[in-house]
């Protein structure tokens, strides 16, 4: 530790717990948060701001201006620059400590990227809205040791478990399935008490855990804001688990299209590109702008529209289309784009 970091952590340095020795773990430290939007911007924040100095964000999405009620390290100008939120984390972390390492990774978490995106990691941090990933993450966990944090929010009731895989109960002994197909589609009430209480007791245990402190693990925190009561429910490591039971990683192990997907609860088409490149927009801008009307322009997305039509393309090639539901005029409409600026 450097006369720098003795100088920004002397208080978190006098906190039983931590101390010298813990302090050097958690700088040592390295872990994955998937999902940088309420959840994952605060506790990327927190972690940030504890000293972890190996951070990694993963999210496909941009910042929009729904998100600003609740989001941490967010601007409005943010939202309408159309910036990837995972840049909008990073862009934070290193203003809040520069040298932190953050990888941020504009992407969809899913099972072709999993093992690739959280490999050799000492945590992950939940960060997302989804049953899917969690379960992915879950697989991940559970076949490769890895310790994850499970975090949920839905209105003013809040959901935190330390799975420690392989030794307590994981996210698939307290939940065996996912209620139904299109969980995720449903707009989940929200409000950002809630979204950065759950992120603070997330990343209290992470932070605890990575110190070299015991945790309380397979134990389920029950917060409910409206009168601000912590219930903790022990949940048993069940022997018939699908995934820490009999092994059986399905999540990880899922064959999925993701050429051309539907997002749902939008009228929105997300488009990938054969491969991922690495896209210069400020180039072809004038070219563009023949085409399409220019709503707003960085290095790393832009946003078009023609008629009632917006598309937004990541420099990385994956794009949206917003505002449609033929799947055919959407990809009709990437490839035009796409064409005018590779
Ligand atoms: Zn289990």
Redesign the pocket.
Known sequence: MNKNDLARFSRQLLMQDIGYEGMEKLMNSKVAIVGCGALGSTQAEILARAGIKKIKVIDRDYVDLSNLHRTHMITEKDAIDTLPKAIACKKWIKEIDSSIEVESVIDDFDSTNAEKFLNNVDLIIDGTDNLESRFLINDFSVKYNIPWIYAGVSSWYGNVMFIKPNQG??L??LIPETNNQNESCDIIPSIGTMTTLVSSISSNLAIRYLAGNEVPYGVLFVIDGRDISLEKIKIT??EK?P???LHQYEFLEKKISRNVVRICGTHAIEIRPEKFLNIDFIKKINKIKEKFNVISINKYSIRVQRDTIQIVLMNNGLGIVEGINDVNIAKKLYDELFNIII
């Open positions: 109960a994981c698939r002994c490591k069940n688990c995934t820490c039971g």
